[in-house]
């Protein structure tokens, strides 16, 4: 081993013990052992290792800790320019001060840490952030902190983070307050996780002073949804206060629309067509102006309860009306068709002939039964026997084209006309062939 003298004194630098604290003036010298030269000892003024090694001011001092290898100490702040620490780690209880750390291939700057300053972490938190997006939070938290579930709290502003994996939230409320927000998700699942529910379910829209709050909403009380205005705020529970309100779409399809009683379907800008039941009777009640128009594409029936037809307007032009079914009146081409009997309480006006059976009548014909009377004989009017088969007003019968076969059984005496003074027989041509003058005459 090398031997160095002080004086004629011979030293061993090894043997050099003691940690006695110096306050070092510029112009002291302290004694080195170079390992470059075989350990030799050399004499180095203060003033040579101040501004390029360590700052050894008051209260500055760095000694070594011969309890802990491997680590130093400092009274007051240890500052670092260009000087690399070894592999080995530093533990430091009061503050680092540096302009950027570099942690493998990581680097760190004063604003990348300003994002994480306040936000409270433990190690096993920051694990779930270390695949999380490529952006400048994201990229720095799971670079530099890739430990497991954080817990953070604090502002991040002007930054942007993208999540790939799950995010869960708990807490009593969560607040997004921005300009707009943007869902991808097809389904947006409200009240997860219940096992049975007794509140209503919705979205609320808050509208200040404009009045009350609107509300789509599923009713729990009713089992159905309901469109309408609230009192209710996001922290309200259980079967709340909505009042419906009007619903305008361009088109509704349902398979059922249930009402209650004397609740309207008004259609038309003046509600001019009603539709309605008011808990006795059903209504189909045309209140503006126009007709009422049914149509059909083929048949138009008009039924009972139970499916029996009492009308039936065909797309041919055939109407028909049914008693109990059976039909009973029918529109042709020609006319009417009635089947059964035709009950009036006043007149029948027809401009043509009425045909019942194989017999025409025409208005001539029922112009000689107009007025007549049983037994009484009228110019142009047919005759009518009376009880005793006798006409008492005839004074002048004609018979015509009587021929020898109709008097066959019988014969045509003065009795037979009882109140006739003539009795003109004559032929097919109107030839008088025979007159009968009565007793009176």
């Known amino acids: ?125 920051l694990n779930s952030l270390a695949s999380i997006g490529s952006d400048t939070v994201a990229t720095q938290l799971a670079t530099k902190a890739p430990l497991a579930s954080p817990a953070l709290t604090g502002t991040a502003t002007a930054v942007n983070l993208t999540l790939s994996g799950n995010l869960t939230v708990n807490g009593t409320s969560t607040t997004v307050s921005s300009t707009n927000t943007t869902i991808t998700d097809n389904l947006l699942e409200l009240n997860s996780g219940a096992s049975s529910n007794a509140n209503d379910s919705g979205i609320l829209i808050e509208r200040g002073s404009t009045g009350n709050n609107a509300i789509i909403a599923w009713d729990e009380s009713s089992d159905g949804f309901i469109l309408g205005t609230t009192t209710a705020t996001a922290s309200d529970t259980g079967d709340l206060t909505i009042a419906a309100s009007p619903l305008a779409v361009s088109e509704i399809s349902a398979t059922e629309l249930d009402m209650g009683d004397s609740n309207k379907i008004k259609l038309g800008t003046g509600d001019d067509l009603e539709i309605f039941h008011d808990g006795s009777n059903s209504y189909i009640s045309d209140t503006g102006t126009g007709d009422l128009i049914i149509k059909g594409s083929d048949t138009v029936f008009i039924q009972n309860a139970s499916g029996v037809k009492g009308a039936e307007f065909w797309s041919a032009g055939t109407a028909q009306l049914n008693y109990n079914g059976s039909k009973k009146f029918e529109t042709t081409n020609t006319g009417i068709s009635i089947t ?40 142009n009017k047919a005759v009518v026997l009376d009880a005793n088969k006798a006409i008492a007003t005839i004074t002048t019968a ?17 009795s037979n006309f009882a109140g006739v003074t003539t009795l003109l027989i004559k032929n097919s041509a109107g030839t008088t062939l025979k007159t009968m003058r009565g007793p009176s005459s």
């Open 1 to 125: 081993m090398a031997r160095n003298t002080i004086g004629n004194k011979a030293v061993d630098s090894t043997l050099i013990t003691g940690n006695t604290t110096v306050t070092a003036a510029s112009d002291d010298t302290i004694l080195i052992s170079d390992t470059s030269d075989s350990g030799n000892l050399k004499k180095v003024l203060i003033s040579t290792i101040t501004d390029t090694l360590i700052t050894n001011s008051a209260n500055n001092r760095v000694l070594t800790d011969t309890g802990n290898v491997g680590q130093i100490n400092a009274e007051s702040a240890l500052t670092f320019d260009g000087t690399t620490l070894g592999t080995n780690a530093m533990t430091a209880s009061g503050v680092v001060t540096a302009a950027g750390f570099t942690i493998g291939s990581a680097a760190i700057n004063e604003a990348e840490l300003e994002i994480l300053d306040g936000a409270t972490v433990s190690t096993a938190e």
């Open 340 to 379: 059964g009997v035709l009950g009036t309480s006043g007149d029948i006006t027809s401009g043509g002939s009425f045909i019942i059976g194989s017999a025409s009548m025409d208005e001539t014909d029922l112009e000689k039964l107009d007025g007549i009377t049983n037994g009484t004989a009228a110019a």
């Open 398 to 414: 004609t018979i015509t084209n009587l021929s020898t076969t109709t008097l066959t059984g019988g014969a045509i005496t003065s």
